[in-house]
């Protein structure tokens, strides 16, 4: 607990009622939504209004050397929120104004703790579209999504969480405001900072607005879901259809632990003794939609498809998503740990990958169900456990570091948009080196001397600190 | 000139071939392609032959505290190039493998010296698409051309180079090796290094390997000229084809000044009474461009069009295109000095810009033609000038202060493709503010202490120095 003309400092800042302080308010902030993960009670809770009173508490956190962790709605899956000791957890969700929707530059100007789905609700009432789209997007804060690089659904056709980001309103960690980029499509005016700051995990300050591409609305699209026998012709089948030239707006995969998890818990007709099933949607002008959605599903037959089922209504294409969407709550649901990983290969590999995690599932006994943005290579295999199991919980993690090996050996990474937070954070000189790490690191103190945004995510623990 | 066992070490590394001493090729390397900078002979220049010798080179030149000028093919427009003393200038041109076409991931792998072009004809033969494509893409490098992240005529419908860069090895100042990123569409391991890198000039490290994306080449294209009387109708039929959400490949502006100078050097028949020109490209599947050609013409009649020429041969679309491809060499025929500057703007603001440069031109009674990359707001207004003329040289350099200005009050930006380099360090502060340029000056330090990199480009001249 910090003295209370520390506190003082803060109340004077944001007022009184925008500090929380209670141990019960505080424990609502002791965690994220990653599973398995410490949590750790914050010393306070500020909740600023705009981005003047951003800089004030950053100023106050760093004269009195409080560690400080921004925070949207604590969705990200990397623990990338969770705090450590001496800190105090920035909230900006009353930070929820879209500033402006410029129908004729394609831009959206937001508040960092506008609501993604609303952002999206809004914009696609004037035939755009917003198209990152994570699995939290109901819940999630445009800000968390740009500090951890959100993907999605859609990633495959329109890219992810960067590709949008134009410009931002910075709080730098020695208190500064910066405004960077803007509504330009091109601007070369200095190292790309609104790149460098999106996944940047809340380490190098605080996001407090942002300028977003939108792009024109597709004019239609097709779903379908395809059911395979045998997950080698699901795998086959996702290359080919990019190999043909369409790239659908989604290409999702469920493995048959997963299509069993769902189906008992949902009932929505899965067939529970295949291997695989792909849920494909293309999207676009009417008359490509028509080419590609006929192409996608003579693509699937010639690779043995049993079946591909055609939306025929929204109404058929919101129950055929719905398979997708539930996959994680299905086989969260499961057992009472749910560890949800992302590591992501080139395309060309997700055979290779897919047929990897069903062998490291057999060899140390685990359910290991996998889904995920196959098209794009973005694998999540999803462990369930039980944390109270010590035994099964070392199989666990012995079972995750070679999930990661395996990515790495196909060319692939760590993490294709969860991010690292701490949870992965031990593994990444893995991938990156220690040179790289330590480029990383010499980044990250360039800009926060005193090591004093959410410490230890993402590059982990310095010897500056 | 450095002393013998300086240059000894250098032999070493790269082989005595490989480093150039005597003044006449010294010169060579004393300026780039931009007009009106002064020149400077490096002290040496080295021609590594793979990455291996390039951080022998930055060691070598590290512990001798030599400024390190890493160069491609010079065509940068910003004087992104020119050596300041004390310096030996890398050349990357032998580095010119194109390592791996991959179509199953549709990426490329190559070394940094690869010639652009040849790359978009390696590919286009597999029928891919690198999309950008500068103006000088039949002599630059890629290497270069990420450093400058590069635009070009497509930029509007398919970005620019930091869209196409997946992962990149680089030689840090330290003179470690790191590679970072790689095939995968999604990934958030770390801080985006390869956006971090693309753009920065040189001033970070040197790029050595790129892994880019590819995308699928269009079906086919359709190439409009359109012809207006009245400036500000084509600067609306800008807006008008974006609002209709019909975005082209190509969209570009010639105004009557252009129009002028390149029908007198040319003769190809353009209308030297009309205002200004729009060259316009649309691309895609067939039913598409099929239906975006017509929707375009439209709109131009709609907006007072005199006239829509659409190519109906290959050899007719390349003699529409060749009109604006030669604006910039025809008007460079005009004066001994051209001044090429890309102010940017948010398209929407097209029109103000597009007057605001004519009123420049007549307050400072100079000749400046406008053309360039309309649809993603991007102008190169060109002054047409003579450097021995000192008179004209001030109301030039006002000129041009003012254009800056005015792309900035219309909330643009210095440069959107050209880059920051020598040429437009001193009005950085302008753009990003004293806070903004610490961050990058704190940044470029962290990763170069001895501040050896591309000194005094993009960030200026420092006190760490």
């Known amino acids: 607990m910090f003295s209370k003309s520390v506190i003082d400092k803060f109340n004077d800042v ?4 925008y500090v929380l302080t209670s141990k019960e308010e505080l424990l609502s902030y002791s965690y994220d939504s990653t599973a398995g993960m410490e949590s ?37 899956l990397c623990g990338g929120t969770i705090p450590i000791e001496n800190s105090v957890v920035v909230v900006l969700t009353r930070m929820d104004k879209i500033l402006e929707i410029d129908e004729e530059n394609l831009t959206a100007t937001v508040e960092a703790g506008v609501i993604t789905e609303e952002l999206c609700n809004r914009v696609e009432a004037k035939e755009l579209l917003f198209p990152p789209d994570p699995g ?18 859609r ?20 208190g500064k405001i910066i405004e960077i980029g803007g509504k330009t499509v091109k601007n070369v005016t200095g190292y790309d900072l609104p790149n460098l700051y999106t996944g940047s995990e809340g380490t190098l300050g605080i996001i407090t ?16 879901l395809a059911i395979f026998d045998e997950l080698d012709d699901a795998a086959e089948t996702i290359s080919s259809i990019i190999s043909n030239k369409v790239i659908p707006v989604t290409l ?38 028509e080419r590609d959605y006929k192409k996608v599903i003579k693509i699937c037959e010639e690779h043995n498809a049993r079946e591909v089922e055609l939306a025929k209504s929204d109404e058929e294409r919101d129950e055929l998503k719905a398979a997708r969407k539930s996959s994680f709550s299905a086989l969260a649901r499961e057992k009472p740990t749910t560890i949800l990983e992302d590591a992501t290969v080139p395309r060309s590999n997700i055979p290779a990958m897919i047929k990897g995690i069903r062998e490291i599932a057999e060899r140390y006994d685990l359910k290991i169900g996998t889904f995920g943005h196959a098209g794009d290579g973005n694998l999540h295999p999803t462990i369930l456990a039980d944390e109270r199991d010590e035994e099964e919980m070392e199989r666990v993690h012995k079972a995750v570091e070679e999930i990661f090996d395996l990515a790495l050996e196909l060319d692939g990474t760590l993490s294709g948009e969860h991010g690292i937070g701490s949870a992965k954070v031990g593994f990444m000189t893995q991938e990156i080196g220690e ?14 001397p005193k090591g004093l945004f959410n410490p230890h995510k993402l590059i982990g623990a310095d010897d500056n600190e």
Chains 1, 2 share one sequence.
């Open 136 to 153: 939290s997007m109901s819940v999630s804060t445009i800000g968390g999504n740009i500090a951890e690089c959100a993907g999605g659904l």
């Open 14 to 17: 944001v007022g009184a009622e």
């Open 155 to 174: 990633g495959l056709k329109y890219g992810v969480t960067k590709d949008y980001v134009m410009g931002l309103e910075i709080v730098l960690p020695n």
């Open 209 to 224: 607005k942002a300028t977003l591409e939108l792009i024109p609305a597709p004019d239609t699209r097709k779903t379908m």
């Open 435 to 448: 040179d790289g790490l330590q480029a990383l690191r010499d980044l990250k103190y360039a800009l926060d």
């Open 252 to 289: 999702e995969i469920m493995d048959q632990v997963t299509i069993k998890t769902v189906e008992a818990f949902a009932e929505i007709g899965l067939p529970t003794d295949a291997e695989a099933v792909l849920l494909i949607e293309v999207d676009g002008l009417e008359e490509v939609v």
């Open 40 to 76: 750790m009670t914050p010393e306070l809770v500020v909740k600023p209004a705009n981005t003047e009173e951003v800089a004030e508490v950053v100023k106050v956190a760093s004269e009195e050397k409080i560690n400080i962790i921004p925070r949207g709605a604590g969705t990200n």
